[in-house]
């Protein structure tokens, strides 16, 4: 999750929801090489899903995150 701010909702729901074995990662755009090029969204914090090597586009409502997910928010 892309975001400035260290209380992120967006970041804090990714945590609470995704499946066992997901990893979630949160911080600024290039703070870690999970997150290189990737940045918040309009001013919003961003979600982005990978799976492999392969990312779907970002999301930016929990809603937008489970359903990427495949999971109920």
Do not use: K, N, Q, W
Not at 10 to 20: D, F, K, T, V, Y
Not at 25 to 45: F, K, Q, T
């Amino acid at each position: 999750v892309a975001t400035d701010e260290d209380g992120s909702a967006l970041l804090a729901a990714a945590r609470r929801i995704a499946p066992g074995g997901t990893v979630v990662v949160g911080g600024r755009v290039d703070s870690m090489p999970l997150l290189a090029g990737r940045d918040r969204i309009g001013g919003a914090d961003a979600a982005y899903v990978c799976r492999g090597r392969v990312c779907d586009l970002p999301v930016t409502g929990v809603a937008e995150l489970a359903a990427a997910l495949g999971v109920s928010g």
